[in-house]
């Protein structure tokens, strides 16, 4: 491992390739709670793991510099509600103490109906920031995912307890004023497959969600409403 003194005589970029030696791996601590469940790493995974290695490397950043920022009209979501897609260009300058800077420049994008649009657009480019400068494996890799599965969520196979699920699950559904197929369109839309092919965990989760008041593209929650 470099030394201070090495890493001062190298500056940004001896630095940057110090943290890169002591982070290889950020573990995943973001899990979805329905769908094609599976584990990611977030923003605050990856501060987590590189703070402490760029402080002690005496790096600083990145300071954003957004060179273009565009939000335009999106795809409705299945109820109707207004959704906005927001594009960024942002420059991330990565400073040292003895002044010396290095920047790589980040595309990112974000879907939301309301405020958040352009907070998740900048949150993707911050993170892929992170992880492209400092070679980070996480395991997120959409290529680890076959094309089918990700262009086609409607021909993924059913849960094995669907069909004991099937009944009880619906009629949940239906104290919520949904039926099946405005949830399996949304599903669908929202590339989290059909609930017939989450898991029963996955489907329990959602059906609290659905109580806890979230999702308000499928419904709109009445007073008095189950849960």
């Keep these: 491992m470099a030394d201070l003194d090495a890493i001062e005589s190298c500056g940004i970029y001896g630095a940057l390739a110090d943290v890169m030696a002591r982070v290889g791996y950020v573990y995943k601590s973001g899990q979805t709670t329905f ?3 599976y584990t990611y790493a977030g923003e605050a995974d990856l501060i987590r793991a590189l703070r402490p290695a760029m402080v002690q490397a005496g790096v600083i950043g990145p300071a954003p510099r957004v060179l273009s920022s565009e939000v335009v009209e999106h795809a409705p979501t299945r109820k109707g509600a207004r959704q906005f897609r927001a594009e960024v260009l942002v420059e991330y300058v990565f400073a040292h103490r003895d002044g010396s800077t290095f920047s790589v420049t980040v595309a990112g994008c974000g879907v939301d109906t309301g405020d958040k649009v352009v907070s998740k657009a900048m949150t993707n480019a911050y993170k892929y920031a992170l992880r492209q400068t400092f ?26 307890e669907w069909d004991e699920d099937r ?19 949304w599903g669908l839309g929202t590339q989290q497959g059909k609930p017939s092919t989450w898991t029963r965990a996955g489907r329990s989760s959602f059906v609290r969600d659905l109580i806890a008041g979230k999702h308000s593209d499928l419904y709109q929650p009445e007073p008095g409403s189950a849960g």
């Design 167 to 185: 009944v009880r699950f619906c009629a949940k559904l239906r104290e919520f004023g949904l039926d099946y197929d405005a949830v399996k369109a």
């Design 35 to 37: 769908g094609d469940r």
């Design 135 to 160: 070679c980070i494996e996480t395991g997120d890799d959409p290529d680890r995912q076959s094309s089918a599965a990700q262009e086609s969520p409607a021909e993924a196979a059913h849960d094995p």
